[in-house]
């Protein structure tokens, strides 16, 4: 019994399952973006480092930029090695790749679907340190004619996109998570019906409702955060009465906080931990976290 246990746990099938475990049970997803992999991990120590910032911070998952980066031997010899530090300290992590223009079918989306299969062929190579996750940024709404309030036009492309790309992710089993804007919950109920159902999570970019300038107090800063998170996570699953649609943290970034940043995370925590929807907070992102360093 011992000895078939044991070959169970050499396969990539039970380690996918067993590293997912890692951030939920009952503990919120607390994760954070590193972009532009292969030049933050290059220095020496640089994996070290960013274990360090993921403990002292509370962060339990990562998104790690990949696009490219997987087809270079050396690069994935030290992305498998992060991922199995990173796993050490039970710390998921899901393999991030961006577009804004993946939506649109044919060229873009197979680009995008090319990447994917990138990330499918390093977890077979990789089975001990496999990715937990994909991680998609696709931002069609940064294109002129998706630009206004309300033109949601681009959406059914879009969720073609993220539904292909869960197609090939979870016969691997792996979970798809995808950053959405506020823009995106304001549509219709079958608008959001569509997207919710689409993947199992998704990552809400609550961005630009406060300043380290505009004047307010921290106090009035997280009154302000706590209410629009509120409002955001009312108005997605307003009229939806569907089984299994997805979940959703709540991210927000540096430039918006400054240093206030890690106690604005806490409240979202404590303001929506018992709320079902909420899977937890995303900070954007570590490179901001170098900047400073690197300034000082």
């Known amino acids: 019994m011992q000895h078939s246990f044991l070959n169970a746990l050499r396969t990539g099938t039970l380690l996918a399952a067993l590293s997912f475990c890692f951030?939920?049970?009952d503990t919120p997803i607390h994760g954070v973006w590193v972009w532009k992999s292969a030049s933050v991990l290059k220095e020496p120590g640089s994996l070290q480092a960013l274990l360090g910032f993921c403990q002292s911070s509370g962060v339990n998952e990562?998104?790690?930029?990949?696009?490219?980066?997987?087809?270079?031997?050396?690069e994935q010899t030290k992305i498998a090695n992060l991922i199995g530090l990173l796993h050490q300290s039970n710390i998921r992590v899901e393999g991030l790749l961006s577009s804004t223009d993946?939506?649109?079918?044919?060229?873009?989306?197979?680009?995008?679907?090319a990447h994917v299969?990138?990330?499918?062929?390093?977890?077979?190579?990789?089975?001990?340190?496999?990715?937990?996750?994909?991680?998609?940024?696709?931002e069609p709404q940064q294109r002129?004619?998706?630009?206004?309030?309300?033109?949601?036009?681009?959406?059914?492309?879009?969720?073609?996109?993220?539904?292909?790309?869960?197609?090939?992710?979870?016969p691997a089993k792996l979970k798809v998570n995808a950053d959405i804007q506020t823009k995106l919950l304001k549509g219709d109920t079958n608008q959001r019906r569509m997207?919710?159902?689409?993947?199992?999570?998704f990552t809400l970019m609550l961005y630009e409702l406060n300043s380290p300038n505009d004047g307010t107090s921290p106090a009035?800063?997280?009154?302000?955060?706590?209410?629009?998170?509120?409002?955001?996570?009312d108005l997605a699953y307003a009229g939806l009465t569907e089984p299994n649609l997805a979940e959703t943290s709540i991210a927000l970034r540096t430039a918006d906080y400054n240093d206030l940043l890690p106690a604005m995370l806490t409240a979202l925590d404590e303001a929506f931990r018992s709320d079902p929807r909420y899977l937890g907070w995303a900070r954007h992102s570590y490179n901001d976290t170098l900047q400073v360093v690197a300034e000082h």
Do not use: M
């Not at 993946?102 to 679907?113: I, S, T, V, W």
């Not at 990138?118 to 496999?130: A, D, K, M, S, V």
């Not at 002129?144 to 979870?170: H, I």
């Open 144 to 170: 002129a004619e998706n630009k206004g309030a309300g033109n949601l036009t681009f959406l059914p492309n879009l969720v073609d996109t993220y539904r292909a790309v869960e197609a090939s992710a979870e």
């Open 220 to 233: 009035q800063k997280k009154t302000k955060l706590i209410e629009a998170g509120r409002r955001y996570l």
């Open 117 to 138: 299969a990138e990330i499918l062929l390093f977890n077979q190579h990789y089975p001990r340190t496999r990715f937990d996750g994909i991680h998609l940024d696709i």
């Open 23 to 25: 951030a939920r049970a």
């Open 195 to 201: 997207l919710l159902s689409a993947l199992p999570r």
């Open 62 to 74: 990562v998104y790690i930029s990949t696009a490219g980066e997987l087809t270079v031997a050396s």
């Open 102 to 113: 993946a939506d649109e079918p044919g060229p873009h989306r197979q680009k995008l679907l």
